[in-house]
């Protein structure tokens, strides 16, 4: 059985603060499971990797990421943190080894966007 997925914005940005710090992770959303009638509460940090430097890219994404899903642990722990790239960038960049490895070693779950058609290819968790 195929499950249909919907997404509906709840927050643009989604602000967080986390004692002294203040910061916007670009969407709140939740995500609807059509098949299960479940709704998972998500936040979406999304990239476009234009930069001429992925790996630099890369490493502030990270970055990025990984202090988001603290300060959410805290703030709202049912959320999930999705990094938002698209799809070329997620087919020549994120296949290489060392990325890779790093999605995996730092638990990143991905939404990978078509920007041309303005659509969600794929989720990784």
């Known amino acids: 059985?195929?499950?249909?997925?919907?997404?509906?914005?709840?927050?643009?940005?989604?602000?967080?603060?986390?004692?002294?710090?203040?910061?916007?992770?670009?969407?709140?959303?939740?995500?609807?499971?059509?098949?299960?009638r479940d709704a998972e509460k998500?936040?979406?940090?999304?990239?476009?990797?234009?930069?001429?430097?992925?790996?630099?890219?890369?490493?502030?994404?990270?970055g990025q990421y990984l202090n988001y899903r603290r300060a959410l642990r805290v703030q709202e722990p049912i959320r999930t943190l999705y990094l938002a790239v698209p799809s070329q960038t997620y087919e020549e960049f994120f296949r290489l080894r060392f990325i890779q490895e790093g999605v995996i070693e730092y638990q990143l779950y991905l939404v990978v966007y078509d920007l041309e058609d303005r659509r969600i290819v794929q989720w990784i968790k």
């Open 1 to 36: 059985m195929k499950t249909k997925r919907y997404q509906q914005i709840t927050h643009d940005p989604f602000p967080i603060d986390y004692g002294d710090v203040q910061m916007q992770i670009d969407l709140g959303a939740e995500r609807l499971l059509a098949a299960e």
């Open 42 to 62: 998500i936040a979406v940090e999304v990239k476009s990797f234009i930069n001429p430097s992925a790996i630099s890219e890369f490493h502030t994404a990270v």
